[in-house]
């Protein structure tokens, strides 16, 4: 192999990693979350469980889709707070079809938001008439 063509080859290897790296960066970061009542605080006994992926990039913008089942949702939000303890709404989702949670159009934290985010200081909720305060959550782990 000539150097000319090693050298082709290795300029392509780059920039496709530079592609891709872009490309994670401006969609950001997917996080998969499974909502149990055993996250809840106080932990909730149900059958309720939810599934979905939220994905925050770097400049604070939120998008996703959680869809739960066995639940007959009322609200659900984004929150602060650290495993274990309650916090503050920060993002309310809309409510969709079958039991559909999604990110409202425009989402987006604030800087210190997150920062709590990528110290794993939120957590996605929903809550039912029965547990106002929550019936199934999972903390969002960057």
């Known amino acids: 192999m000539s150097k000319n063509r090693a050298g082709k080859i290795f300029g392509s290897s780059l920039l496709a990693m530079g592609i891709l790296a872009v490309s994670l960066t401006a969609h950001g ?6 909502l149990t009542g055993a996250e809840e605080v106080p932990a909730v006994t149900t059958q309720a469980k939810g599934e979905g992926t939220i994905t925050i990039a770097k400049d604070g913008s939120v998008t ?18 650290e495993a274990g303890k309650n916090g503050p709404p920060v ?12 990110t409202p159009e425009g989402a987006k934290l604030t800087e210190e938001q997150y920062k709590a985010f990528k110290a794993g200081q939120l957590y996605v909720n929903v809550h039912s008439a029965a547990h106002k305060g929550g019936e199934i959550r999972a903390q969002l782990k960057p």
């Open 29 to 34: 970061e997917e996080v998969k979350v499974t």
């Open 64 to 81: 996703g889709l959680v869809k739960t089942t066995g639940i007959e949702g009322v609200a659900a939000h984004i929150h602060l707070a």
């Open 91 to 102: 993002i309310t989702l809309t409510k969709g079809a079958d039991g559909a949670w999604s």
